[in-house]
């Protein structure tokens, strides 16, 4: 009997990654402009944190998902929020507005972006590897048993 569609890690990354790209593309402008830099930043890294460890969840309490699928899950949808659609955005960007790149470096933007990434990535991991192991404890206590 084959997996429901909705049932699987695929399902969950892209839909994580599908809001990830609306708080990226539509919530932290609009919030930004209502109330302030500061707050449309907290509102986007608190947004960002609770999805990526509801993700790892997601995925660890699938039983027989091992651990490590969610953590891989959690890094490739991390690159694709902290990496591509920033670089996506400086790109965008740069092409509509190429005064304001004026002496800027687009390159520098790229990596900068990509250390980043690397930089952040442990972290991400950390938190993420909490709320799997939280996950394979929840499923364990309903009697599902996934393998390590």
Same mark, same amino acid.
């Given at each position: 009997?084959? /997996?429901?569609l909705? +049932?699987? /890690?695929? #399902?969950?990354m =892209?839909?994580t $990654?599908?809001?990830?790209?609306?708080?990226? !593309?539509?919530?932290? /402008?609009?919030f930004t402009?209502?109330?302030?830099d500061? &707050?449309?930043? &907290?509102?986007y890294?608190?947004? %960002?944190?609770? $999805?990526?460890?509801?993700l790892?969840?997601g995925?660890s309490?699938?039983?027989g998902?091992?651990r490590?699928r969610?953590? =891989?899950?959690l890094?490739?949808v991390a690159?694709?929020?902290?990496?591509? #659609?920033?670089?996506? @955005? #400086?790109w965008i960007d740069? %092409? *509509? +507005?190429p005064? +304001? !790149?004026?002496g @800027?470096d687009?390159n520098?933007h790229f990596? *900068?972006?990509?250390?980043? @990434?690397?930089?952040?990535?442990?972290?991400i991991?950390?938190?993420?590897?909490?709320?799997?192991?939280?996950? +394979?404890?929840?499923?364990?206590?309903?009697?599902?048993? /996934?393998?390590?």
């Amino acid at each position: 009997m084959q /997996p429901k569609l909705w +049932n699987s /890690p695929a #399902f969950l990354m =892209t839909v994580t $990654t599908l809001f990830l790209g609306v708080n990226f !593309w539509v919530i932290l /402008p609009s919030f930004t402009a209502n109330h302030g830099d500061t &707050a449309g930043n &907290a509102l986007y890294i608190g947004s %960002r944190v609770l $999805t990526f460890l509801l993700l790892a969840l997601g995925i660890s309490l699938r039983a027989g998902t091992p651990r490590m699928r969610s953590m =891989t899950a959690l890094a490739a949808v991390a690159f694709i929020d902290q990496v591509l #659609f920033k670089v996506l @955005y #400086f790109w965008i960007d740069h %092409r *509509a +507005n190429p005064q +304001n !790149w004026v002496g @800027y470096d687009l390159n520098g933007h790229f990596m *900068a972006t990509l250390v980043s @990434y690397i930089l952040f990535c442990p972290v991400i991991l950390l938190l993420g590897s909490g709320a799997s192991l939280f996950g +394979n404890w929840i499923t364990r206590k309903w009697g599902a048993h /996934p393998p390590s």
